[in-house]
């Protein structure tokens, strides 16, 4: 089975549903999670939903990409694929198999701060996915030749989803001028001479070391209570031992003195695009009260189609194909708020970025009136509502922010937080990260074919 990484556009867009989750007393709730902790030490989450007899089962280790030594590049990522091996009780492959066998499907994915794995199925199968997940949180078995073949399988990955493509490579690029001296400027994947140099004993050292009970987090979300679930979880991860895991250390950012522009041309573009990352700060990192503020201006200036930008250079100018921000500050490390555009046929880049420092200054100056602020908040506690209705999203939503230490109370109160963010609470944040040079201006241009 092929594993999936969480790219960054994923990442923001996961981060929209993790913010659908964070802290203080709680009137409104969004999804009404129990949770326990089993003696061991593992955090276990029930998420009733019993429209369909169905069960979604994660189970989130924290560690991820950021986590990863000097020169190890990829080794979380690699250890995701590898965890498909087997163990002597459930040989290579045959997880997948099983799980597909009794009508259900799953995967695994890894992020900078977290690597989850996951299954949706008949909710009478759970016991069967919670034997076998359980099993390979402590007996893995890396056969020498697979794990050389699985390494060649993420070598033609890499190739296939960035090296094949000239904006993955861009932004991987972007990335690594983004963040100086942070681990968020490695790629997830790694890069490709790491990723060759990764061995079965990395791949095990690094499965010793962060894969425990008492650093994982299990969510179950569908047709389940905690009464259910917990005799279960006891059952099935109760039984396995909790062992010392060491703190996750992770570098500060130097102070950032000049912006940074990077532009990139291919033969394989078809067609200019232009974008600005900003650092901004996180639930963990920098200023921690502007997140939520952070999170309703990414929505004023660029949320959708009644958006500054896009009603700006879009619709009104016509200078502008598309427009948008996008911002992730649900994460350890420092967050980022990002604006993209493509012109329109007959607009250079040039002008685009012009007419957008315009809008933004504009902004910068001016400010946002209530009603877009309004606006925008009505619009992301919609969002709220709508994510209850996936038998995924719950699931993905609560183990993610548990697995960068948010808590339920912080996820459940999130409607009260977002409606408590003031006008002036939007333009406090706008003037803190969009006046600094904590920024990367990334341009993508067609390259004629020699």
Known sequence: MRSRMIPERMMLALAVLCVVMTGGTVDA????PESVTLANGMQV??????????????????VGGADEAPGETGLAHFLEHLLFKGTEKVPSGQFSRTVSRNGGDGNAFTGYDYT????????????????????????????????????EVVLEERRSRIDNNPGSLLSERTNAALYLNYPYR????GWAHEIKA?????????YRKWYAPNNAVLVVAGDITMDELKPLAEKYYGVIPARAVPDRKRPLEPEQISARRIEFSHPQVGQVSWSRRYQAPSRFYGESDQVMPLDVLAEVIGGGATSRLYR????????????????????IGPGTFS??????????????????????????????????VARAVKSMKASAVYARDSVTAPAHAVGQALA??????????????????????????????LNTPAHVTSILRPKPAS
């Open 339 to 372: 604006f993209y555009a493509v012109p329109t046929e007959g607009t250079s880049v040039e002008a685009l970025e012009a007419a957008f420092e315009a809008e933004l200054a504009a902004i910068l100056r001016d400010g946002v009136d209530a009603r877009e």
């Open 29 to 32: 709730k969004v999804y009404e």
């Open 186 to 189: 490695r790629p997830l994947i």
């Open 312 to 331: 700006s250079l879009v619709i009104d100018r016509k200078i502008a194909l598309s427009a948008g921000t996008s911002y992730s500050g649900s994460s």
């Open 198 to 206: 990764l061995t079965r004993e990395n791949a095990l050292a690094f």
């Open 116 to 151: 989850a794995y996951f299954q949706t199925i008949a909710s009478d199968k759970l016991p069967l996915v919670m034997e076998m997940e359980a099993d390979r949180m402590v007996n893995l078995t890396l056969d020498p030749d697979e794990v050389a073949s699985e390494r």
């Open 45 to 62: 989450v029930a998420i009733t939903d019993r429209r369909v007899p169905v069960v979604t089962h994660m189970v989130w280790y924290k």
């Open 404 to 433: 960068i230490g948010r808590t339920i109370e912080e996820i459940e109160s999130w409607p009260d937080q977002v409606g408590a963010v003031t006008q002036e609470q939007v333009m406090q944040a706008a003037r803190a990260i």
